[in-house]
């Protein structure tokens, strides 16, 4: 490494066998210009301190699994290239986990919150009449897939979560990667459940919660437009909110 361009990869660390709360701890990575800071973290749990934790799996901005603090922002570590972070490779980088998460250790979020609210909006289709097997699939145009196509490439790494001042502020918030599928489930023309998620999306902790920042949309690696889906189901709840005292008993779709 004497005759290698080395970095400060700056690391909150998070035990809690041994720690109350968060430290920092710094390491001298050497520098790769092709280098992520995933490769800087796996050098380090390599080379320095095998205790080192963190997710990830693909390599590729796929799974999602490998979101964290990067210099303050959420970011895939995966595509947050080093060399968009130091100056002729040299510098500091700072790394954390997730924000308006709990920490399990190191870089590791606790995502349970998440999958309560993920499972609490029915992300899936739902039929209140089912077709007899023998008249076929159902027919979708490509009008109505592309109504909603953008919405379904959420990977589920939850920067738009740490991004949300909402989420920071209010944990009860379903938030907006959850609310965005929602709505993708709503936006299906095979799908009749747009009633039943309503209970969750047009509840105090549903899409009324946002305050339209777009932080979420602005961090989302997929330009998946979280803050579009809710405000448009905020769109449609009210009107479906008129309806409802205009026309008493009418039938939902």
Not at 29 to 35: A, G, K, L, T
Not at 146 to 175: D, M, W
Request: proline share 6%; with cysteine; hydrophobic share 40%.
């Amino acid at each position: 490494m004497s005759d290698t361009t080395t970095f400060t990869l700056e690391v909150l660390r998070y035990n809690p066998e041994s720690d109350d709360v968060p430290h920092a701890e710094s390491f001298s990575v050497p520098y790769q210009e092709d280098w992520v800071v995933l490769d800087a973290l796996n050098w380090v749990k390599d080379n320095v301190d095998g205790s080192l934790t963190f997710r990830w799996s693909c390599h590729m901005a796929v799974c999602g699994s490998c979101g964290m603090m990067v210099n303050n922002e959420p970011v895939l570590s995966c595509k947050a290239f080093l060399r968009d972070y130091l100056k002729d490779g040299k510098g500091t980088i700072t790394v954390g986990a997730l924000k308006n998460f709990p920490v399990e250790k190191d870089l590791v979020i606790v995502m349970d919150s998440f999958m309560e609210k993920l499972e609490a909006v029915k992300p899936w289709i739902i039929r209140t009449t089912e077709k007899p097997v023998e008249e076929g699939t159902f027919i979708q145009l490509p009008k109505q897939l592309k109504r909603f196509k953008h919405h379904t490439s959420c990977i589920n790494c939850l920067l738009c979560y740490a991004a949300c001042p909402q989420v920071g502020l209010n944990p009860g918030f379903i938030g907006p990667a959850a609310l965005a599928l929602a709505h993708r489930y709503n936006l299906d023309s095979r799908d009749q459940g747009k009633d039943l998620r309503k209970d969750v999306t047009a509840s105090e902790y549903g899409v009324w919660e946002c305050t339209f920042v777009s932080a979420c949309s602005e961090v989302c690696p997929k330009d998946v437009e979280p803050a579009g889906a809710i405000q448009e189901q905020k769109i449609e709840s009210s009107i479906d909110w008129a309806l409802d005292h205009l026309i008493p008993g009418r039938k939902a779709r």
